[in-house]
């Protein structure tokens, strides 16, 4: 869900990145598609999620209330 508070659920496999409007990475590491990823302790702001997987990147506009 977006916008959200707790969790984020990867939609596909791969590594990912989340980094928040300054540049700052927050989080990384490798996902598989459906897990979810724990936001809860984040500030509330805009972040970019960054899935790649081979070769290929997709970003997401994540919401954090």
Same mark, same amino acid.
């Given at each position: 869900?977006?916008?959200? !508070?707790?969790?984020? *659920?990867?939609?596909?496999?791969?590594?990912?990145?989340?980094?928040?409007?300054?540049?700052?990475?927050? &989080?990384?590491?490798?996902?598989?598609?459906?897990? !979810?990823?724990?936001?809860?302790?984040? &500030?509330?702001? *805009?972040?970019?999620?960054?899935?790649?997987?081979?070769?290929?990147?997709?970003?997401?506009? *994540?919401?954090?209330?």
């Amino acid at each position: 869900p977006n916008p959200t !508070s707790d969790y984020i *659920i990867s939609s596909k496999s791969g590594a990912y990145k989340l980094v928040d409007i300054s540049g700052k990475i927050c &989080q990384q590491g490798y996902t598989e598609a459906g897990q !979810s990823l724990s936001i809860g302790t984040l &500030q509330k702001g *805009i972040y970019i999620l960054t899935l790649t997987a081979n070769h290929t990147s997709t970003s997401y506009k *994540i919401i954090i209330q």
